[in-house]
């Protein structure tokens, strides 16, 4: 435990700490220290978000690597209003975040939020995103068991970038409120093409047209589609277009000569 004991108070050991990384501690159970930065790696007796004591609502930034047993994040709320950036990346055991019966975080500062390679989350619960009204980065990649996840972006008004890479199971009908994105600039998605191209034309790209904010858009994984969806010529903000896997397509449609701002 990083901090003391003196009389009957707990106190911080480093009440000045503000950048703490923890690698390689296999017996770790909880997160105890109080500071700004928190990075966790290969911990691999950490198996959830446990009671962090002194302090807790300090950490501005949490970023969790490669902990193999880590299962769960319910308790997102330990870190109160101070939480900005959280980010998981290889934890492989992980099912699910911010999920807890019918309680779910208040990540009211919550700005940046990126999971990546975790094979065995399969729910991110869309609760965990009402109260996230200042989220500007959301990122969700190489995630191939995630089946519950869904996002109203009139929930994120703050929401400038968006990725949704390779979670082939996820349904395009789960994202939707794009006409209420009015601040989003970069949006990067295969997923949920991957697996179905007739689902394409359930995604909500009525809505993308009204994104006027738009700046870059990146499209991956319709590898037998024979067209490009149509919405995509009154995208006229667009300066960035990428189109990646689109096998099918033999010849790019005239509109594309409409997107003046290329």
């Known amino acids: 435990q990083v901090r003391s004991t003196v009389g ?14 923890i690698q390689r501690c296999p017996q770790l159970t909880a997160l105890p220290c109080s500071c700004k930065r928190l990075y966790v790696e290969n911990c691999d007796n950490l198996t ?5 004591g002194y302090g807790a609502a300090s950490v ?7 902990c193999d047993n880590l299962r769960e994040l319910p308790d997102l709320d330990l870190f109160g209003s101070s939480l900005r950036r959280l980010t998981i990346e290889r934890c492989p055991r992980l099912i699910s975040l911010g999920v ?31 109260s996230c009204r200042s989220l500007r980065s959301l990122s969700v990649e ?35 409120g794009f006409a209420f994105a009015t601040s989003l600039r970069k949006l990067s998605i295969n997923s949920p093409f ?20 738009l700046r870059e858009l990146r499209l991956r994984g319709l590898p037998h589609t024979e067209s490009l969806p149509h919405q995509l010529q009154y995208l006229a903000t667009l ?11 033999e010849v790019l449609p005239d509109w594309i000569g409409n997107l003046v701002s290329l």
């Open 194 to 213: 991957s697996s179905d191209d007739s689902s394409v034309d359930d995604f909500d790209w009525s809505g993308l047209r009204s994104a006027s904010t």
């Open 8 to 21: 009957e108070a707990e106190a911080d050991v480093f009440p000045m700490l503000r950048n703490f990384r």
């Open 142 to 176: 190489c995630c191939p068991n995630l089946v519950s996840f869904s996002l109203n972006l009139q929930e994120t008004p703050s929401l400038e970038e968006f990725g949704l890479v390779d979670c082939p199971k996820l349904i395009p009908h789960s994202f939707k």
């Open 48 to 52: 959830s978000i446990k009671k962090m």
């Open 239 to 249: 300066t960035s277009l990428r189109l990646e896997n689109f096998g099918g397509i």
């Open 100 to 130: 807890n019966g019918q309680k779910c975080p208040l990540l009211l500062c919550l700005e940046e939020l990126r999971i990546d390679e975790c094979e065995g989350l399969t729910t991110i619960s869309d609760k965990m995103f009402e």
């Open 60 to 66: 501005e930034d949490l970023w969790i690597d490669s």
